[in-house]
């Protein structure tokens, strides 16, 4: 009998990317509390990709400014 409620591995996937980037422009918004984040964090709740897509630019900008101090 199958389960109509069941995920197949890439809609789990996907939820879970969801997840952490709303956590991720959560944790960011409690931080530094400004309205650039605000609207982040409501569109992130709004369009699955966009959490995880400024979590990814952060850790490239992170990745490359380190990169240009040595």
Same mark, same amino acid.
């Given at each position: 009998?199958?389960? =109509? !409620? =069941?995920?197949?591995?890439?809609? =789990? *996937?996907?939820?879970? !990317?969801?997840?952490?980037? $709303?956590?991720?422009v959560?944790?960011?918004f $409690? @931080?530094?509390? *400004?309205?650039?984040?605000?609207? !982040?964090l409501? &569109? *992130?709740?709004?369009?699955? &990709?966009? &959490? ?5 630019? @952060? ?12």
């Open positions: 009998m199958d389960n =109509a !409620l =069941a995920l197949d591995p890439v809609e =789990a *996937s996907v939820l879970l !990317l969801w997840a952490v980037g $709303v956590i991720y959560c944790w960011r $409690v @931080q530094c509390r *400004s309205v650039y984040m605000l609207i !982040l409501v &569109g *992130s709740f709004c369009i699955p &990709g966009l &959490g995880i897509c400024y979590a990814a630019g @952060q850790a490239i900008r992170k990745f490359t400014n380190r990169e240009g101090r040595v």
